[in-house]
Structure formats: structure tokens, C-alpha cells
T-cell receptor
Framework: QKEVEQDPGPLSVPEGAIVSLNCTYSNSAFQYFMWYRQYSRKGPELLMYTYSSGNKEDGRFTAQVDKSSKYISLFIRDSQPSDSATYLCAIGNQGGKLIFGQGTELSVKP | DVKVTQSSRYLVKRTGEKVFLECVQDMDHENMFWYRQDPGLGLRLIYFSYDVKMKEKGDIPEGYSVSREKKERFSLILESASTNQTSMYLC?????????????FGQGTRLTVV
């Protein structure tokens, strides 16, 4: 079983839509949860980071973690064409190990 | 400006060749990682290192080895390159301790094995 599973998509939505991206993980030893965004031909960059269950908001982005279900989500409100990218969830442990999901390719159409 | 630098952006090698991919970071980070990225499979961890001369296997270490002789440099070695190792290779680094798990990535090396 993979340590983190993410629906690879691709996902295509109209501009202004609410986007929901999801991951599940299997090992509760991982305590840090991140979302990275990767534009074409670039390395991933950190978008959101949290270590506790609940919601964390940053502008149009909300990261949600449910440790009891081992489920993490990223919501994008009022999506824009500039949000078109691949979104990767990632989980980390105390020892520094960092595991990524498969990534979801998102396309926001004007 | 933080920097993770990979030695090559594009590389073409022949089957059976020994290949070295180099990565250098200037942030004094303890942890360094090598991932490969393939369509539909995302980033898969090959090896990571949490200290000089220390390494730990990731999910797909077969056919690869690593070297970390200095804190700032982490090398990925393909002992005998094969066509199924054609991929995008990404190096990353993170700082120590709780909460310091933001990873900074290099620009990637696209390796083609022919």
C-alpha cells in the first residue's frame, strides 16, 4: 500500500469554480501535511503547510486535515486560470522524511 | 535567495553507463532528497539523507545509490543506466526539526537513457 494516495485527475474546471483536491495517507507517524504547486517545467513550491487537524486558510486556499480519517484536502475558491498547475500533497515525519502523492493536474478555463 | 542547484538540466546517456547526478544546496539544510517524477506516478522518493554520510532508502531505491560526503552536496548514482530510468529527477532539501519540513527543490534533471 502506498503511504499517500492522490487522485491524479486531470481536473478541468471553469474560472470561478471551487476546486477540491484530496489525499489519503496510511501511516499515522506522519504528522506534517503540505500542499505543493508545480507549474510546467518547474520544481514544486510550497503552497500550504499544517501539522494539526482542522482547517488552515490562506487567501483563496484552505487546507483541511482529518487525522482520525487520515485524509487531507485542499480547497481553492474562485479559481483562476493562473491556478492551472499540478498540485501535490505531501506528508512528513519527525525524522524529516517527506513523501508526495501522485499529483493532480488542474486546468482552470477562462 | 535560497538555492538548490542540480548540475544538469538535460542529460542523455547510453544503457549501461554509470551516471552521476549532482545536487548542491546553500541553505545549510540537514535533509536532502532525490525523487523521480513520472507522468501519473508523481514524485517517488529514491533516497534521502538526514546527515553527512547518512542515508535512508525511499520507495524505489533499486538501481540507484547515493553519496553525501559534505552537508551541501548530495549525489545520485545510477550504477548501470537502463531505459526504465529515463525520467525527471528532482533534488530537494529541508531544514531540521519540527515545522521545518518545507522542501526547496532544484530545477530538475531530465535524464534520457538510450
Amino acid at each position: 500500500q502506498k503511504e499517500v494516495e492522490q487522485d491524479p485527475g486531470p481536473l478541468s474546471v471553469p474560472e470561478g469554480a471551487i476546486v477540491s483536491l484530496n489525499c489519503t495517507y496510511s501511516n499515522s507517524a506522519f504528522q506534517y501535511f503540505m500542499w505543493y504547486r508545480q507549474y510546467s517545467r518547474k520544481g514544486p513550491e510550497l503552497l500550504m503547510y499544517t501539522y494539526s487537524s482542522g482547517n488552515k486558510e490562506d487567501g483563496r486556499f484552505t487546507a483541511q486535515v482529518d487525522k482520525s480519517s487520515k485524509y487531507i484536502s485542499l480547497f481553492i475558491r474562485d479559481s483562476q486560470p493562473s491556478d492551472s498547475a499540478t498540485y501535490l500533497c505531501a506528508i512528513g515525519n519527525q525524522g524529516g522524511k517527506l513523501i508526495f502523492g501522485q499529483g493532480t493536474e488542474l486546468s482552470v478555463k477562462p | 535567495d535560497v538555492k538548490v542547484t542540480q548540475s544538469s538540466r538535460y542529460l542523455v546517456k547510453r544503457t549501461g553507463e554509470k551516471v552521476f547526478l549532482e545536487c548542491v544546496q546553500d541553505m545549510d539544510h540537514e535533509n536532502m532528497f532525490w525523487y523521480r517524477q513520472d507522468p501519473g506516478l508523481g514524485l517517488r522518493l529514491i533516497y534521502f539523507s538526514y546527515d553527512v554520510k547518512m542515508k535512508e532508502k525511499g520507495d524505489i531505491p533499486e538501481g540507484y545509490s547515493v553519496s553525501r560526503e559534505k552537508k551541501e552536496r548530495f549525489s545520485l548514482i545510477l550504477e548501470s543506466a537502463s531505459t526504465n530510468q529515463t525520467s525527471m529527477y528532482l533534488c530537494a532539501s529541508t531544514g531540521p526539526g519540527t515545522g521545518k519540513t518545507e522542501a526547496f527543490f532544484g530545477q530538475g534533471t531530465r535524464l534520457t537513457v538510450v
